[in-house]
Nanobody, 120 residues
């Protein structure tokens, strides 16, 4: 069992930056790949990117590539989403999800989400 809690959301102007954290509790978090997703009002949940269990592999959606960076610290059971050059269209509730070992974009566990609002 893994529990995930996101934090770091807020209101930022376009062009600004935010850093989201996904803190995990539970056993063997280092064996879970972690992805970030977002959901804007009236839209389906969208995959943002993920980091492998080891931290050695990352992948990003085209919409955020070059602006967002995902990293993890397994010693602290934390995954970070660094978001730079934010745009109004990045406004959404951001969720982290953990999947055991591999990654198929269908996490086994989800956090509760954190709101990110980018003003123009």
């Amino acid at each position: 069992q893994v529990q995930l809690v996101e934090s770091g959301g807020g209101l930022v102007q376009a062009g600004g930056s935010l850093r989201l954290s996904c803190a995990a509790s539970g056993r063997s978090f280092s064996m879970y790949s972690v992805g970030w997703f977002r959901q804007a009002p009236g839209k389906e949940r969208e995959f943002v990117g993920y980091v492998s269990w080891s931290g050695g592999n990352t992948y990003y959606a085209d919409s955020v590539k070059g602006r967002f960076t995902i990293s993890r610290d397994n010693a602290k059971n934390t995954v970070t989403l660094q978001m730079n050059s934010l745009k109004p269209e990045d406004t959404a509730v951001y969720y982290c999800g953990a999947q055991y070992w591999g990654w198929t974009r269908f996490p086994d566990y989800w956090g509760q989400g954190t709101q990110v609002t980018v003003s123009s």
